[in-house]
Structure formats: structure tokens, C-alpha cells
């Protein structure tokens, strides 16, 4: 006898066979919905205690950075010698005290010495020369001062010779021949005579030109020897200004060539400091700009007197001078660590510096969430810094807390759990 089958009726019905294809598709519906909405972020659980966390601030911020600077003289004079030589004698150590003047080493030049005693006898033969030429020009100018006055007197024979003749021609008492003979030799004395005053005064003009060149020559000869006598001064090297002895690379024997650098002499009294800056701020930093620092707790006060275009190394060099009191006892060569002032102070979003900074470049950060059981990683945009904080223009609100230590353990993973 067939037995009949009840339909299953109310909650049991979603457990017979033909539900089955119903629970496929939710299940299949429910996993579909769970793979979009889930969190796909990367995630890596960290301790907590080992982080170091700063809050988010809105807070006046301080445009200045923090540069260290060494102590150099205002003013540095090189010493060099104008001749080169061995060293013979070194008279002031580094570190001396000197005036204007004083001694500091004394050299030797054997090749200088042998100059000055050929200059000496070229000089010499030159004085000996010329004493000769004038000699020689003075007898030349006493003989045809003789000869003039010979043809002189002879001038005057033939004169009165041919002015007798002619009255006895005159008188027809000698014949014209006579007569004509004494005026042509009359003629000839008076042309003669003409002619050793035209040579003497040409010897006189030739004389004087000669000697003029010549005693120009000796005076040239002589500036020479002088100049070489100097340049035997020269081999005493001394200081050019008053002040500190900063440098002697110098020993005894050592031979140093003209115009070698062997030291140079500080001016005391008067210093600057020399910085060293990021190029990162070489747009930023210019001629003006004020600092300060502390030293022997006091402050002290310096401007940018000169800034160098040069950059080395991602560095650039600038020169500060003190604008109110120097510190006691400054040497050359102390460090200093200055705060130049780059900007007004103007609030804006702050947090502090953080060695999280070298892993992100300030692109991004870990932000802790409200409930403090974890940071997210977030984009965010870093405008100007100083030795505290970094001002922060996007990204960031005030009261947030971020995780400012390094993110070298850290990877790629977007979400840290305490």
C-alpha cells in the first residue's frame, strides 16, 4: 500500500534537495560581497612601545635652520716670498704676535750674490768706458780747438797779405798774378777756417748726444744694481701687517721657490665665521640675513656679510660678521653653531622631526587611528623645516597623532598593528 508524503512545510523546507541550489547562490552571493568590501591594505604587527608617536599641533612656527660655522680672521695677509732661497734662519714661530716690519725667516740665494757682483763689474766697466770715451771726446775737442786757431792765424796772415797785394796792385807797381794769387789763397784759409768751426760745432753736438746716451745708460745700470741690492732685502722675509703668526710652513734648509705660499699673518681683533649650508637653502639665503648663538651663556648677534655662488659637495660657504660683541678669548678655528633666521615666525601645522623623514622624504607618514590600536599609512605634503619641526601643508589636522621614528622595519605595509 503506497504511503503518502507530506511536503515539508515552514523552516524545514530550506533543508530539502530542492533548496539546495538557493544556498549555493547565497553562499556565492555572500563571498562576492565580502571580497569588494573587505580591507585589502597590507598589515604588520609592531610593538607599540618601541615607536616614538608626536601629536599634530597648530603652533607658531620658527623659519630658521641651524648651521655651524668656524672662527676665521676678517683679514689674512699670505706670505710669500718675492725671491726664492733656502731657509738660513727661521726668527718667528707660528703663533707669534708680529708688527708691521718685523723679521719672520731670513733665506739664502748663492745665484742672487753672483748676479750682484756681475752687475758690479759690468757697471764698473761701463763707468770705465765712458770715463775713456770722455777722455778720448775732450783731447778731440782740444785738438780742433788748436787747429782752429791756427787756421786763425793763418787767416789773418793771408788777410793782410792779400790787402798788401792789392794796394800794390793798385798802384801798378806788381802784376795782377801777383795780386790774384794772394786773394785765392786768402780764399782758401777763410774756407778752411769755415771749416774746422762747422766740425767743431758738430763735434760739440755729437759729443754732447753720445754722452747723454751714455750717462743714461749708466743711470739705467745703475737703477739695475739697485734693484738687484733689493731683491737681496727681499730674501728677509717680514710681516706686512701687524697681527698673529697663523701659519710658517717653513724648515731650515727647505728651499722655496718665489711666490710659494709659506704663511700668512691674521689680523687680531677682528673675525668672522664661516659657514657651511645645505644648497637646499641657496635660493633662501642672502646677504642681511641675521643669527645667533650662544657662547659662556650669553647671546650674540651676526649677519650674513657675504654669500659664495659656489656650491661643493651640496654645500655653499658664506661669511658672517659679529654686529655687537664678540666672545672672550675667540681663536681662530673655534666651531660655532649658529640659528639663522630664514622668515618671519607665522602659525601653521606642525610635528616634530622625526628620523621617519629619511624613508618617506616627507611624502607620506603612519597616522595613529582614535582608538590607538593602530596607524594607517597617509599622503602628505612638507613645506619648511627647522632643527625642531617640520611645517606640514597638506594632510595633516591638529590633535592627530603620527609616528615620527624610522620605517626601515616597516616595508611597504599600509596599516601597523599595536
Known amino acids: 500500500m503506497d504511503r ?94 708680529v708688527r708691521k716690519g718685523d723679521e719672520i725667516l731670513r733665506l739664502t740665494n748663492e745665484n742672487l750674490d753672483l748676479q750682484i757682483l756681475n752687475s758690479e763689474a759690468e757697471l764698473a766697466e761701463k763707468e770705465n768706458i765712458l770715463r775713456n770715451t770722455m777722455i778720448s ?155 645667533a648663538f650662544e657662547r659662556q651663556n650669553d647671546t650674540f648677534a651676526a649677519v650674513i656679510r657675504k654669500v659664495y655662488p659656489e656650491v661643493r659637495d651640496g654645500k655653499f660657504k658664506a661669511d658672517f660678521k659679529f654686529t655687537g660683541k664678540q666672545p672672550d678669548n675667540i681663536r681662530t678655528g673655534q666651531t660655532y653653531y649658529l640659528n639663522l633666521q630664514l622668515g618671519q615666525s607665522e602659525e601653521a601645522i606642525i610635528i616634530p622631526r622625526g628620523s621617519f623623514y629619511q624613508y618617506t622624504g616627507g611624502r607620506w607618514i603612519y597616522v595613529v587611528t582614535a582608538d590607538g590600536n593602530r596607524a594607517v599609512k597617509r599622503e602628505i605634503r612638507i613645506g619648511r623645516q627647522n632643527p625642531q619641526y617640520y611645517e606640514v601643508l597638506e594632510g595633516l589636522d591638529a590633535g592627530e597623532k603620527v609616528i615620527v621614528s624610522g620605517y626601515d622595519s616597516f616595508g611597504d605595509n599600509e596599516v601597523l598593528v599595536f
Open 4 to 97: 503518502i508524503i507530506e511536503k515539508k512545510k515552514g523552516f524545514a523546507r530550506a533543508f530539502t534537495k530542492k533548496a539546495l541550489p538557493y544556498w549555493g547562490a547565497g553562499v556565492f552571493v555572500i563571498l562576492v560581497i565580502w571580497l569588494v568590501f573587505k580591507d585589502h591594505s597590507s598589515t604588520l604587527r609592531v610593538n607599540g612601545d618601541t615607536l616614538v608617536m608626536a601629536d599634530v599641533q597648530r603652533s607658531q612656527f620658527n623659519d630658521y635652520i641651524r648651521v655651524s660655522g668656524q672662527v676665521q680672521p676678517m683679514t689674512t695677509v699670505q706670505i710669500s716670498p718675492l725671491e726664492g732661497g733656502v731657509v738660513q734662519e727661521i726668527i718667528r714661530e707660528e703663533g707669534s704676535t
Open 137 to 291: 771726446m775732450e783731447q778731440q775737442k782740444l785738438s780742433v780747438r788748436q787747429e782752429r786757431l791756427q787756421l786763425e792765424m793763418e787767416a789773418g796772415r793771408s788777410r793782410r797779405a792779400y790787402e798788401q797785394q792789392k794796394t800794390l796792385y793798385e798802384e801798378k807797381l806788381i802784376a795782377r798774378e801777383v795780386w790774384l794769387q794772394a786773394e785765392e789763397e786768402y780764399r782758401l784759409v777763410e774756407s778752411k777756417l769755415q771749416l774746422v768751426k762747422d766740425r767743431e760745432r758738430q763735434d760739440s753736438l755729437y759729443r754732447s748726444v753720445e754722452i747723454e746716451q751714455m750717462e743714461e745708460s749708466l743711470d739705467n745700470m745703475r737703477l739695475n744694481m739697485q734693484m738687484i741690492r733689493k731683491r737681496k732685502e727681499n730674501l728677509t722675509i717680514k710681516a706686512p701687517i701687524d697681527g698673529e703668526l697663523g701659519l710658517l710652513d717653513a724648515v731650515l734648509g727647505q728651499s722655496i721657490s718665489s711666490g710659494a705660499k709659506i704663511g700668512q699673518i691674521n689680523e687680531t681683533g677682528s673675525y668672522k665665521i664661516e659657514a657651511q649650508i645645505d644648497e637646499h637653502y641657496i635660493d633662501r639665503v642672502t646677504p642681511g640675513l641675521e643669527a
